[in-house]
């Protein structure tokens, strides 16, 4: 199994920015996909990012593209969410999830195999 470990969740006012981070530990070793989710009040989880462990490609839903950037350091097996210019509809706890993979395919969308608990973002004004 793995574990997740979620940091840097808080409080900002509209344009400002925060860094989310997700430590994995446990047999992460088959990991594929590290990516970032959220869920605002009243609102299902939605996708956010994503990045492969191997290769670094990255993925973004269009309501991120330009002022979120993921990343990962292998080495500590943890995942960055970089968010520059955020707005009060970003609110929302955002969650860290890892996928390994599947006999269907990965997808960076998902399926996920290990949730984190979730860090909240709130976005003020």
């Known amino acids: 199994q793995v574990q997740l470990v979620e940091s840097g969740g808080g409080l900002v006012q509209a344009g400002g920015s925060l860094r989310l981070s997700c430590a994995a530990s446990?047999?992460?070793?088959?990991?594929?996909?590290m990516g970032w989710f959220r869920q605002a009040p009243g609102k299902e989880r939605e996708f956010v990012a994503a990045?492969?462990?191997?290769?670094?490609?990255?993925y973004y839903a269009d309501s991120v593209k330009g002022r979120f950037t993921i990343s990962r350091d292998n080495a500590k097996k943890t995942v960055y969410l970089q968010m520059n210019s955020l707005k009060p509809e970003d609110t929302a706890v955002y969650y860290c999830?890892?996928?390994?993979?599947?006999?269907?395919?990965?997808?960076?969308?998902?399926?996920?195999?290990?949730w984190g608990q979730g860090t909240q973002v709130t976005v003020s004004s």
């Open positions: 999830a890892v996928a390994e993979p599947n006999p269907m395919g990965p997808s960076p969308k998902g399926p996920y195999d290990y």
């Open positions: 446990g047999r992460t070793f088959r990991i594929y996909y």
């Open positions: 990045i492969t462990s191997s290769g670094g490609s990255t």
